[in-house]
């Protein structure tokens, strides 16, 4: 790897919605600058991107892909992102890996409803946003009217860096705004227009260069190439580019502007914790080595392949090193320069720089390596599941083992086993994501399963205090049985604080407390004068536990209580663990019934972009669902994008309802928001259901 300044390093991923030719415009630059020596077509399967089998049948990105190349006297480092919100995950973590987002809009389609989620992903990752509109070779265009969209949308500071020289057929390529062409033949709008607007938002972020400025007195050559960046650092300034992939026009204006005004990893200013202090990164190569697995690949030969930025510091091979999550330094395999399916071995890695390494089980995506620690990367919580079961039998161990080498490489997919049906759980964003899984299955792992409909994660849970106590007593001959355990229940709403929860006014008897944080669950112990012996305590607390994995009413995951346990009783011969913990989990059971149980559903947000004449029919289907609409506001073009709150149930299936709704031209993303007390005559539909299948398999 040949070693570059820092300030001359870029790092860029590419983003925007599904179909906005972001794969064919990275393969094309990899080509143009001579980094890769191809003909690379998505529609005929040979992407240099898309190199996945499910991405070539599917020609769509599917997981972010990793380039390199060098552009005069800039090294990039180029990241090729999914377009769909099924995907969202692939997207999110790639832009931790980057300084600058680009934007691309599909010039005809214009803003899409992902599109909209990228550009506020890349706002809350702190990078420099810049908007490419693509396809400008489409016949049909309104330019002028997709600009003024863009600046309703996202503010007066997206302004264009150059406009087209004609549109459709007649693209023939860009002219700048900042310095504009003497002769702009067939320009779609004057860039001597543009060229104030261009100025006033790179100099806004210096009060001294604007005010000399509104004086008569332009900024100097120097202070614009300085502030531009700072412009685009703040988010003052947008930048606007216009490029056509497919006919290869406008993307050397395209890195020259990525030059001019993307961030250098110098200019992103980042911030890591260590001993519980946060301190500013520093791109130096002799400073701490700060980095972070940005993402997870299983590639085809079974090969774990961790994709790290480097921050600060310098990388080595078969260098020992901390890594958040493991419990012991560990030593770093051989390095790996990627572009795209392919890897060549690097020594050393520095400040900017992108590598992978092969085979570290013990890093995961989010990991920070060094002894400081970067902020997590937040991604979506996945919501739609589907129970699933290998064709073959004897392909249990194989069909763990394949799932949870997914779950290793995608953070928005989870697996869990049904505590209740003994099925195992698989969990994604949507239908297409477990779709496309299910492919890699078979492809990777040689391995059909078969799936049964959307398992949704309810969860019980009460709504009062509630006191009871149980006895366990059995004696058939011999040493007997016996555990007696009195306890409180209490709601202990999520988000509440163990230790303020916990106060002597509360519960005044209290000795411990213990939180379990996966179920926000809390019991004290309150026990005096030995009612029940020290050692019979971790028992209870296994039944408390057995009881909130199985449920109560309806056999889902018990969350949100406070159990106090402040007496009890016991045998000095006939007392056991095995006693106790039975004493507990019926203790539980029987307290967690007087407390007004209910269940808990998780409701999800949704943006559903859709034509203007189809609002009124998705407020309506969102009525239906008992969802509840928030409001909408334009997406651009003839698009509104309608917001709403809807119960996980009522939309598993909804892509289809919505393509038909729209005759295919409506689009959403789906994030969890919150769980919520189920309507009593669902809850009790669910709850029969239930018991019916209980009677059944005794």
């Known amino acids: 790897m040949a070693k570059a300044n820092v300030e001359d390093i870029r790092n860029i991923a590419l983003c925007g919605h599904g179909s906005s030719g972001k794969t064919t415009l990275v393969d094309k630059l990899l080509v143009t600058t001579g980094a890769v020596n191809a003909n690379p077509s998505v529609d005929d399967g040979t992407s240099i991107c898309d190199f996945d089998e499910e991405e070539k049948n599917h020609k769509y990105t599917i997981e972010a892909s990793v380039g390199h190349f060098e552009h005069n006297g800039k090294s990039f480092n180029i990241i090729d992102t999914p377009g769909y919100p ?48 693509n396809k400008m070779d489409d016949e049909n265009l309104d330019f002028p009217a997709l600009v003024e969209a863009i600046q309703e949308m996202w503010g007066q500071g997206c302004v264009l860096l150059n406009v087209p020289l004609g549109t459709g057929a007649d693209f023939k390529g860009v002219a700048s705004t900042l310095n504009p062409p003497d ?54 300034l947008i930048p606007i580019v216009c490029t056509s992939a497919k006919l290869g026009i406008g993307l050397t204006e395209f890195l020259d502007a990525v030059s001019m005004c993307g961030l250098s990893p110098a200019t992103k200013q980042r911030t890591a ?31 774990k392949l961790s994709f790290i930025r480097i921050f600060s510091g310098t990388l080595k091979k078969d260098q020992q090193v901390q890594a958040s999550g493991a419990r012991k330094p560990i030593k770093m395999g051989q390095l790996l320069q990627v572009q795209a399916s392919d890897t060549a071995n690097v020594d050393s890695a520095g400040p900017g720089d992108i590598v992978a390494v092969a085979k570290m089980e013990e890093l995961t995506t989010g990991a920070s390596i060094g002894e400081y620690t970067l902020p997590a990367i937040k991604f979506p ?32 997919f989870s697996l869990d086993r049904d505590a209740q049906t003994k099925e195992l759980v698989m969990t994604g964003m949507s239908e297409l994501h477990l779709k496309v899984i299910q492919e890699r299955l078979i492809r990777r792992d040689k391995l059909e399963v078969e799936t049964k409909e959307p398992k949704i994660p309810f969860r019980e849970t009460i709504q009062i205090d509630a006191e009871g106590s149980y006895r366990h007593k059995k004696q058939s001959g011999g040493r007997g049985q016996f555990g007696e355990v009195h306890i409180r229940m209490k709601p202990f709403p999520r988000g509440t604080d163990p230790e303020e929860f916990c106060t002597k006014a509360s519960f005044p008897s209290m000795k411990e407390y213990h939180f379990d944080e996966k179920h926000n669950f809390l019991w004290v112990d309150s026990i005096v004068g030995g009612t029940i012996p020290g050692n019979f305590m971790p028992a209870i607390e296994k039944g408390f536990k057995e009881r909130l994995a199985g449920g109560v009413m309806a056999g889902y995951t018990v969350e949100n209580v406070c159990v106090e346990v402040h007496f009890g009783k016991f045998h000095p011969v006939d007392s056991s663990e095995a006693a106790f913990k039975t004493a507990a989990r019926m203790a539980f059971k029987q307290v967690f019934e007087q407390a007004k149980p209910c269940l808990l559903e998780p409701i999800v947000t949704m943006d559903v972009t859709v034509p203007e004449d189809s609002v009124g029919d998705v407020y309506s289907d969102m009525s239906g669902r008992g969802g509840r609409v928030s409001g909408s506001d334009s997406a651009g073009g003839n698009l509104t994008t309608v917001h709403a709150e809807v119960p996980l149930r009522e939309i598993t299936t909804y892509s289809r309802t919505l393509s038909s709704m729209t005759g295919g031209q409506g689009s959403y993303t789906m994030d969890f928001s919150h769980y919520d007390v189920m309507p009593a005559n669902v809850q009790q539909d669910i709850m029969s259901k239930a018991k019916m299948q209980d009677d059944e398999e005794e």
């Not at 919580?381 to 490489?409: F, I, N, Q, Y």
């Open 86 to 133: 099924d995907f969202i995950g692939q997207t999110i973590g790639a832009l931790y890996g980057v300084d600058t987002a680009a934007i691309v809009v599909n010039a005809h389609s214009g803003i899409e409803v992902n599109t909209r989620r990228v550009f506020e992903e890349a706002g809350k990752a702190g990078l420099g946003r810049m908007i490419v509109i």
């Open 183 to 236: 002769d702009v033949t067939g320009a779609v709008i004057d860039p001597s227009e543009i060229r104030d607007p261009l100025l006033e938002s790179i100099i806004e972020v210096d009060e001294a260069v604007m005010e000399r400025y509104f004086e008569g007195e332009p900024p100097t050559e120097e202070e614009l190439s300085r502030l531009i960046v700072q412009a685009v650092a703040e988010g003052s």
């Open 273 to 303: 914790t260590k001993d519980g202090e946060d301190v500013e990164v520093k791109a130096d190569a002799d400073g701490p080595l700060i980095a972070q697995v940005f993402k997870t690949r299983i590639d085809p030969f079974v090969q």
């Open 381 to 412: 919580t996945p919501m739609v599941g589907l129970a699933v079961s290998p064709k073959s039998r004897g392909d249990e161990t194989k069909l763990s083992g394949a799932l949870h080498k997914v779950d290793e490489e995608d953070p928005t």
